[in-house]
């Protein structure tokens, strides 16, 4: 009897293989990267949704593909496909008719907003992906110069996707230089203050400057790259107002603690501007203090404490050895920065734009009189007085002491 | 009535799961939208109200050793007026049985499964429930003991896992909202914790009672602690305004957790931790809506009114709230008049006083 039974329940083993709602990775497609523009088309806006699909069998060069750009047989590690709607959501719904597989979102790394829908409004843009199971809040948002689509319609040489090359360059070399990562939880935490202006990255596309005029030749056009510097500034209502430069972006970056490290170029208490020292920042942290004027109105007093090391000094002179050398240095540092914030201060107060987060600032400090500004915010932050207080500390000079000469001219 | 008999640790470990099952989902959403950055404030004074009906609650059972409840209402006020109340209970622990289980559908509807009917999800729970509550209180109230470390593994793992988004600065300014504004956010974060009153129906089957008022009130000054906790994480993640407009912040919480990229989505853990606590949470307002209906209808028996208790709580929760708007409007506004300012907290209340007044009747009438 029991026999019996066995044998009767052994085929049950042949559907106990699998999981009634697996999805396999080779029936998605999988969205790395999104593009949203707003076009007009048909006589009205239009949102033109670009999706950039990863072919998971040739994702990495040299697999598969092998290597460079591929031959013409090679699968190509990635595709874009546009589709345009009313909406977001209509617009993705378009391209579903054109993919013989169901789009997954849950592994999109970035979504691009265009120039023109970003100056348009970006938060009817941000609705899909933040209300979506699929979608993440820590997806980096990015602003295209120009159109999005076109930045994922670039090939590039090593990462062949650009959505993930973008995502990549964020996670690694975001708080260097210009690149200042935003991902979608802050940007929308900024947008709910109702009063900071956020700021997100520009993407934007540049020619490619590694080849050779053979190359050229023989490739026909130039090859296009990305270029990932500098922020857009969005009003408190989600509109983008105007681009930041990279100086400006540098001092917006101080503030809101997005650095992680850069060089900072002094020009050398000895030698001055024709011999500079490169000063490499270790860590920095910012923070805003509030006071209160006697006419009502704020005043901002910005502290930035940051620790540097010497990474260069592009000169012979020596001298390099006293203490006194490096305080001076640290002085210069601290103007630097103090000047760089300044800069960006005047700019954000002339685009009545609170990119630091004053307002939130006040907020929390004097919660009381907030409640009187807060409706007046607008006029009252580019009148408001700033100043900035940087306090460097150096820490070391790396390997060498002085430069390699700098014995001589002691002998 | 019960013959299981279960500690005291049970029954303050059935509490800590029946307590917090369900609040930490949808209140964040509900605290933040009325006081923002405040929310945690709300928790914190909501643990006062759970700790008087924890009090009260207690302090009835020992007047009446030996009875639940629904055993005594009629001892404090009289055979119909004590029978009438005992049914408005027995009703209120089944409807608020309803609410519970549409409401584990809806999250998983929401959450991860978004095609699936929700009368499945209903249907399964219930009978799973009602497998655990017919093979008797002692089981479940030990499967409880297994399952409550891990749902609390999965409340600390939400709560300080995202760290690295979080900005301890979004929770200031502290205390700016109006006192009468914070006071009725509490009154429906309370609404969760006043669910204690649950104990009164299990307190004869304890085995000893010295510790139980203590226990339970640990119990809820845990939970006060742990969903402040939860709405600080939530509001130090999303701000108090964004955090008003998440549906469910803790979902999404648990969504932001990434750590190195290795220890990544985890918000599987936050519907396992989910679906283990609503397991014992339907459980606990099953068990208490079927012995409630027995003692209110002078039955000694229990167990036959088990499968038909069971189909009317499941066709309940097809037919009550069906969606998501109507339940957040229904716990941001009744919910807190129909639990703690009714059968929780004032009720208990009131019958306690009744019991100091006339002692000597009370006496009589037992």
């Given amino acids: ?411 | 009535m019960e013959p299981g008999k279960i500690s005291e640790r049970q029954l303050a470990f059935l509490m800590l799961t029946v307590t917090i099952s369900t609040v930490i989902f949808f209140m964040p959403q509900i605290a933040a939208r009325a006081v923002e950055q405040d929310a945690w404030l709300t928790s914190v004074i909501a643990t006062v109200w759970g700790l008087i009906v924890a009090v009260v609650i207690v302090a009835l059972a020992r007047r009446f050793p030996g009875q639940t409840f629904i055993e005594y209402l009629p001892s404090i006020l009289g055979r119909p007026l004590g029978k009438l109340v005992g049914l408005l209970y027995a009703f209120w622990f089944l409807s608020v049985g309803a609410f519970i289980i549409r409401e584990f559908g809806m999250f998983l509807n929401i959450t991860i499964m978004p095609q699936t009917p929700v009368m499945v999800f209903v249907v399964t729970i219930t009978a799973l429930a009602f497998y655990a509550v017919r093979s008797g209180l002692e089981t479940w109230a030990r499967v409880n003991e297994i399952l409550l470390p891990l749902i609390l593994l999965g409340v600390l793992m939400v709560i300080f896992l995202p760290f690295e988004h979080m900005d301890l600065r979004r929770l200031l300014p502290v205390g700016v909202h109006p006192l009468g504004t914070m006071l009725v956010s509490s009154f429906t974060s309370a609404s969760w914790r006043g669910e204690v009153l649950l104990a009164g129906m299990f307190i004869p089957a304890l085995v000893s009672t010295c510790h139980t008022s203590r226990n339970l009130a640990l119990v809820v000054i845990i939970i006060g602690v742990i969903l402040a906790a939860v709405e600080m994480a939530v509001v130090a993640v999303f701000g108090g305004v964004d955090a008003g407009q998440l549906e469910l912040p803790v979902f999404s919480l648990a969504r932001m957790i990434s750590l190195a990229r290795i220890i990544d989505r985890l918000e599987a853990i936050i519907v396992i931790m989910w679906v283990l606590g609503n397991f014992i949470k339907v459980c606990a307002f099953l068990y208490c809506s079927v012995v409630a209906t027995a003692q209110v209808l002078g039955f000694r028996e229990f167990q036959f009114l088990l499968l038909p208790v069971t189909v009317l709580v499941i066709a309940l929760a097809d037919n009550v709230l069906e969606d998501v708007a109507e339940f957040t409007d229904f716990l941001s506004n009744v919910w807190a008049g129909y639990s703690l300012l009714s059968f929780e907290m004032i009720v208990p209340l009131l019958l306690y006083l009744l019991v100091l007044v006339r002692p000597a009747e009370k006496r009589g009438a037992a």
């Fill in chain 1, 1 to 411: 009897m029991r026999k019996v039974v066995v044998t009767l329940l052994l085929p049950l083993l042949l559907v106990t293989g699998g999981c009634w709602d697996q999805r396999e990775i080779n029936d998605l497609a999988m969205v790395v990267a999104t593009a949203a523009d707003v076009v007009h088309e048909a006589g009205n806006e239009q949102v033109r949704l670009t999706l950039q699909i990863a072919n998971p069998i040739a994702l990495v060069p040299g697999q598969g593909g092998g290597g460079g750009g591929g031959g013409p047989g090679a699968p190509k590690a990635f595709w874009t496909v546009a589709g345009t709607g009313r909406t977001v959501r209509a617009a993705s719904l378009s391209i579903v008719e054109r993919i013989p597989k169901p789009i997954f979102f849950g592994q999109d790394r970035l979504t691009l907003v265009g120039e023109r829908a970003a100056r348009l409004g970006i938060t009817p843009l941000l609705d899909r992906p933040l209300r979506n199971r699929e979608t993440r809040r820590s997806m980096y948002l990015a602003i295209a110069r120009g159109e999005a689509k076109r930045v994922l319609e670039v090939e590039m040489p090593t990462f062949r996707a650009t959505g993930l090359a973008i995502s990549n360059l964020f996670d690694l070399e975001g708080g260097r230089q210009a690149i200042m990562p935003v991902d979608f939880g802050e940007f929308a935490y900024n947008l709910s203050t109702g009063t900071t202006s956020p700021a997100a990255p520009v993407v934007e596309v540049v020619p490619q400057t590694s080849i050779s005029a053979e190359d050229r030749k023989s490739l026909g056009a130039v090859p296009q790259a990305i270029k990932v510097s500098r922020v857009a500034v969005f009003s408190p209502g989600g509109k983008l107002v105007d681009f930041f430069d990279e100086k400006e972006t540098l001092g917006l970056m101080w503030v809101l603690n997005k650095i992680k490290t850069r060089e900072i170029i002094v020009p050398c208490p000895v030698e001055g501007p024709v011999e500079p020292v490169v000063m490499g920042l270790v860590r920095s942290k910012s923070r805003i203090i509030v006071h209160l004027e006697k006419n009502g109105l704020p005043s901002f007093e910005v502290k930035v404490r940051t620790t540097c090391d010497l990474w260069e000094h592009f000169g012979t002179h020596p001298g390099l050895l006293t203490p006194q050398y490096y305080e001076s240095l640290e002085r210069r540092v601290n103007t630097s920065i103090e000047r760089e914030i300044m800069h960006t201060v005047r700019k954000a107060q002339s685009l009545h734009a609170d990119v630091f987060g004053f307002g939130e600032e006040v907020k929390r400090q004097h919660y009381p009189e907030w409640k009187r500004m807060a409706q007046d915010w607008p006029e009252i932050f580019p009148v408001v007085k700033v100043t900035v207080k940087a306090e460097t500390g150096f820490r070391h000079r790396g390997l060498s002491v002085e430069p390699v000469t700098a014995r001589k001219e002691h002998r």
